[in-house]
């Protein structure tokens, strides 16, 4: 039975890393199947209900205002066209609904009290309620906890070392306090990254180290491959190999093996088989529906025909017991 460690060595994930990768799947399907059921995935659904104009510099970025992207700026949606959205995804069989705002943090105004009545009302329709807004406070991550908030995202991306080639308007410590804030709070941790944005090996195994030696590990871990967007400075970047996303995925599984690890941004680009590699690599959730928050993914209809075909069934909400306040 592969134990859950949160005191791997980098040495120790540099073997796991570099393994030959059809072992490594191997390892990882074993791993995954030791907590999982393997023809169980995780479907979830995003929205941006704040669109663009982000003072922040996040390379990879279509939302930062510095970058001239094709990205519409849009203020915060209404309530209802959120509620809508979530029934939408809903009725589709997404069990996950994540609300995604290009914030740099949470500021204590009418906002921030919008977004708290949209966390109440799409957590009474049965959804699992997740939001991405940017930094978080204690006392806000509270506030969203009390609202309903079931899971919060809020990404690494990448090691510590190569962050600062990529984000220069935060810090690495910044994250890690948000990420102790949600956690405090009592609210499941969704964290991972993104490969393909110029890093080394290194910085991946860097990355895989520093999630899998928090304290407890995130419940999911996205796993993202760029989406090189045009007029970011990443957008000449070469797109990711099946073979990376595979090492970064199973890696994960087996250092986190009771984490839901989702195959997140990227899966437009790649074909069925790749992703069924993936599946077999230890992903078990995926974000469905025609839009990420300003990219396309695969939509609700390509992604039924993927699961009937691999003999795939969406995950039941809230399958695992909620996370206990500490
Ligand atoms: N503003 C908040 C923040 O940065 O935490 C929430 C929204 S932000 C868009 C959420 C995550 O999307 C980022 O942390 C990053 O991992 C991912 N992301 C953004 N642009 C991406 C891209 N072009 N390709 C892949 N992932 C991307
Ligand atoms: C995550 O790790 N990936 C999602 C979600 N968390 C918020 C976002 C991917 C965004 C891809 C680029 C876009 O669509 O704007
Ligand atoms: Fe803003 Fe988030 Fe995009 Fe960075 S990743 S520019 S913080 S929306």
Known sequence: MQQIRNDW?????????????????????????????????????????????????????????????????????????????????????????????????????????????????????????????????????????????YAYNHNLDTSEEFYEEIITTRTYEDRLNTLENVRNAGISVCCGGIIGLGESNDDRVEMLYTLSTLPEHPESVPVNALVPVEGTPLQDQPRVSIWEMLRMIATARILMPKAMIRLSAGRQEMSTVEQAFCFMAGANSIFSGDKLLTTPNPSFGDDAAMFELLGLQPRESFKEEQVSVC
């Open 9 to 149: 060595t980098r040495s120790e994930i540099k073997e796991i890393y570099y393994k030959p990768i059809l072992n490594l799947v191997y390892e990882a399907a074993t791993a995954h199947r030791q907590y999982h059921t393997a023809s169980e995935v995780q479907v979830c659904t995003l929205l941006s209900i704040k669109t663009g104009g982000c003072p922040e510099d996040c390379s990879y970025c279509p939302q930062a205002a510095r970058y001239h992207t094709e990205t519409k700026v849009h203020a915060l949606l209404k309530k209802e066209e959120v509620i809508e959205s979530a029934l939408k995804a809903k009725e589709a069989g997404s069990t996950r609904f994540c609300m995604g705002a290009a914030w740099r943090e949470v500021r204590d105004n009418k906002d921030f009290d919008r977004v708290l009545d949209m966390v109440k009302g799409v957590n009474s329709l049965g959804l699992e309620v997740c939001c991405t807004l940017g930094m978080l406070t204690d006392e806000q991550a509270k506030k969203l906890k009390e609202a309903g908030l």
